[in-house]
């Protein structure tokens, strides 16, 4: 699943989509687009422009001059896309790379939403597995604040005001929105804190090493193209050994996901 960096790489090529035109919509995937039906989607947009592309977590959104905003998440493996008024791809791409042209692509079925803009240009999302998903007026009001824009005071009161294990705490998207398993288990080997330990029992000093860690994750991430690029990533499976201090890897579930640890540093 896309988390924080990856869908921020999105939402930078989603802002290319912005003051342009939208002469019309393909809505027509009933299943990426619920619950609109066909068409919905479209009269609400056709003859305005999207004017500025949002983020909060994994959530993305457009602000429209239509009074309406229009969600868009990619699910697993989706992409946003957008073409300039040769057909050009322009910007990067959200999700990971596309290593067929994206002009071109096996099944244009795989196109489960497109806009097309006056200038010719095109929006795309581009999901082979069609879990993404588009729609009206999506609600935030559920997201925590943002991983990225969270201050300190405001992450130790959130994550440590519970006893369930501080990496369930970080996954919780209505505690900190936009931390996903990798990012999460990245993070706490960089700060050397155990997965399961209560979050609760975390001492400031604790709760403050693994804040600047956050930060430190989630810059690196999006400067090298996304959560797998993390320094622990790599060494997440069996026979693995911690990148820092050359200990086994160990393998367990917390908060009911994969989780993966270094069995030195944190014990």
Do not use: Y
């Given at each position: 699943?896309?988390?924080?960096?990856?869908?921020?790489?999105?939402?930078?090529?989603?802002e290319?989509?912005?003051?342009?035109?939208?002469?019309?919509?393909?809505d027509?995937?009933?299943?990426?687009?619920?619950?609109?039906?066909?068409?919905?989607?479209?009269?609400?947009?056709?003859?305005?422009?999207?004017?500025?592309?949002?983020?909060?977590?994994?959530?993305?959104?457009?602000?429209?001059?239509?009074?309406h905003t229009?969600?868009?998440h990619?699910g697993?493996?989706?992409?946003?896309?957008?073409?300039?008024?040769?057909?050009?791809?322009?910007?990067?791409?959200?999700?990971?790379?596309?290593?067929?042209?994206?002009?071109?692509?096996?099944?244009?079925?795989?196109?489960?939403?497109?806009?097309?803009?006056?200038?010719?240009?095109?929006?795309?999302?581009?999901?082979?597995?069609?879990?993404?998903?588009?729609?009206?007026?999506?609600?935030?009001?559920?997201?925590?604040?943002?991983?990225?824009?969270?201050?300190?005071?405001?992450?130790?009161?959130?994550?440590?005001?519970?006893?369930?294990?501080?990496?369930?705490?970080?996954?919780?998207?209505?505690?900190?929105?936009?931390v996903?398993?990798?990012?999460?288990?990245?993070?706490?080997?960089?700060?050397?804190?155990?997965?399961?330990?209560?979050?609760?029992e975390?001492?400031?000093?604790?709760?403050?090493?693994?804040y600047?860690n956050?930060?430190?994750?989630?810059?690196?991430a999006?400067?090298?193209?996304?959560?797998?690029?993390?320094?622990?990533?790599?060494?997440?499976?069996?026979?693995?050994?911690c990148?820092?201090?050359g200990?086994?890897?160990?393998?367990?579930?917390v908060?009911?996901?994969?989780?993966?640890?270094?069995?030195?540093?944190?014990?």
């Open positions: 699943m896309p988390e924080l960096p990856e869908v921020e790489t999105a939402r930078k090529v989603l290319l989509a912005t003051d342009r035109e939208i002469r019309s919509v393909d027509n995937d009933e299943w990426v687009c619920r619950p609109h039906p066909p068409g919905q989607i479209a009269r609400a947009l056709v003859g305005g422009k999207l004017t500025a592309a949002h983020r909060r977590g994994k959530t993305m959104w457009c602000d429209t001059d239509t009074g229009l969600g868009v990619l697993m493996g989706g992409r946003v896309i957008v073409t300039d008024s040769d057909g050009e791809r322009i910007g990067g791409v959200g999700g990971r790379d596309v290593t067929r042209s994206d002009r071109a692509p096996r099944k244009p079925e795989w196109d489960r939403f497109t806009i097309v803009f006056a200038d010719g240009g095109r929006f795309r999302l581009f999901d082979k597995r069609r879990l993404g998903r588009v729609r009206l007026d999506p609600g935030i009001d559920h997201l925590g604040p943002d991983a990225e824009d969270i201050t300190l005071a405001e992450f130790r009161t959130r994550i440590a005001r519970s006893r369930t294990a501080v990496k369930a705490r970080l996954l919780d998207q209505t505690v900190l929105a936009g996903g398993n990798l990012l999460a288990d990245e993070t706490l080997w960089r700060a050397k804190i155990n997965p399961a330990t209560p979050a609760d975390l001492e400031r000093k604790d709760l403050d090493r693994l600047r956050l930060e430190k994750s989630l810059q690196a999006i400067e090298n193209g996304g959560v797998h690029t993390g320094e622990v990533i790599e060494h997440r499976h069996p026979g693995g050994h990148p820092r201090c200990a086994e890897m160990r393998h367990g579930t908060g009911g996901r994969s989780t993966w640890w270094c069995s030195s540093e944190q014990r």
